[in-house]
């Protein structure tokens, strides 16, 4: 299998038989830095099955923006295929028990940017060291970041720390084993066992998870995964509609680092009366991952959940998937984990190396910075480009750096797997804008031993896929697209958590070359805070209708005199927004008038609720 990601500034991984794609899109040049970025945006594209490889089409350019053109074409690359081999060959970085290769040489770096990148990324190691010491390398937060411990329980600064990870390993392998042997099992299960896996989390508690599933479950795993990752109630439905009555054989694990997402909230909700209408005891069959004490650790002790496993304070949402977070799931579908810590663990230890060359996350990072921009993409690997999106995008696209300084921050990632790009968006990458990179990621077996036939004389399913990735790499490369490419021997357990530990590595290096903290999130706040916003005013809408539909006559009010009354005329647009959702799922609230003409709409509530529980 293969996979390929394309771009021209930043790269992603992906895993095994498909590809994927991903994009890494940077908007504004890096004003903390004297280094010149090469373009200003990427792709990731990994493939492995039959069917593709992908990527993601780069930012386009203002025209104000294109007063950047300079800095855009800095120049052609070099096509001569002679130099172009030795410098593959001068380049190619091997991790030879992990059977990974990285491929920088399409990507123009030159000895003298190398040169200069020196001194910075001598910087960005020793920062790298602190951190895994235990330093507060996230200072806003006063976080210590400590993924790297979850690999490596040894290095964890204390002994309190090693101990957690370590029972917590031993608590999530017991349990994983107890409920495959049934020896943990449902009250009413007709099976007898859990099946099935319903797993509700979002951001960082989601798409690990959904991309180890992707990539690494059997055909048929010991128990099937699905996942809530959103409010959408269509979506929930969906979900637990196709369990049926395999509810009755469901582990519901909720993921919150928090505790007090709302989305995953909702969606707990959503599942608990599924549960209740179907007559079953939702905690018997629930599991928490998240913060002791947090609110949803409290909610599971308190209604007596089935198990409770801890994520903390120290690790990331986006860099979780090594904690109870991915390895739960993992362990469940019989993945396993230990081989993702292993793999992990290796990559851990070669990206410490000060030697960029032998150092495959300093090479990308370089790379990043070079070009500034990635995407990559494939089948098994499809969703390590939705991953690698979080993991980027939510640590480096950053309003402001170290020292206060606005800078604006970020690599657009984006992709998808195999030929699906090539059949989609690989036109503009090719002729289009340039404004990105490409991370190809290539899985080196196509499919597992004594499955191999040839599709046509000679020829394999897989060959295409292979050629695929080769063409688009080198039809990107004649137009001066550059990529950098990443193989693996095969998508395994090893192999995902080695790619995992790669780009975590990759991220905090660059993060430091543009001295920003990876690891926080300030601007996911200002959506969650409006969003509260938006329900508060519906609250308020409500009430004021009520009062004016209890008059006698019931009084339809026009939106401007529910805004003037709610006492936020400028809310105006927002009221016509909610007063459109509500009425488009029949929420006894009456809008006559024509919705494409705001102002001839009145409103009233169907009923005049007097006993007050709206304000309730
Ligand atoms: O795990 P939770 O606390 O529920 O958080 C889920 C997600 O919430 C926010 O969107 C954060 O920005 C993400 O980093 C996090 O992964």
Redesign the pocket.
Known sequence: AMASISGAAAAAPSSSGASCGLRLRRDHLPRSSHFRLARPSSITDVSRSCSSSSSSPPRSLSSKQSGHADVLAHGAVDKDPIRLWNRYVEWLYQHKQLGLFVDVSRIGFTEEFLRRMEAPMGRAFAAMRELEKGAIANPDEGRMVGHYWLRNPALAPNSFLRDKIETTLERILAFASDVISAKIRPPSSPAGRFTQILSI???????GPQFVAEALAPDNPPLMIRFIDNTDPAGIDHQIAQLGPELASTLVIV???????P??RNGLLEVQKAFRDAGLEFSKQGVAI?QENSLLDNTARIEGWLARFP?FDWV???T?EMSA?GLLPAALQGIDIKEMLVGAAQMDEETRNTEIKENPAALLALCWYWASDGIGSKDSLLLLSRYLQ?LVM?SLGKEFDLDGNRVNQGLTVYGNKGSTDQHAYIQQLREGVHNFFVTFIEVLRDRPPGHEWELEPSVTCGDYLFGMLHGTRSALYANDRESITVTVQEVNPRAVGALVALYERAVGLYAYLININAYH?PG?EAG?KAAGEVLALQKRILLVLNEASCKDPAEPLTLDQIADRCHCPEEIEMIYKIIQHMAANDRALIAEGNCGSPRSIKVYLGECNVDDDMNS
């Open positions: 989390g979002i951001g960082g508690s989601s798409l993921i919150s680092k928090s505790g007090g997402t989305e995953t998240t994520m990331g949402g986006r979780s977070v979080q939510e999130q996911v969650k």
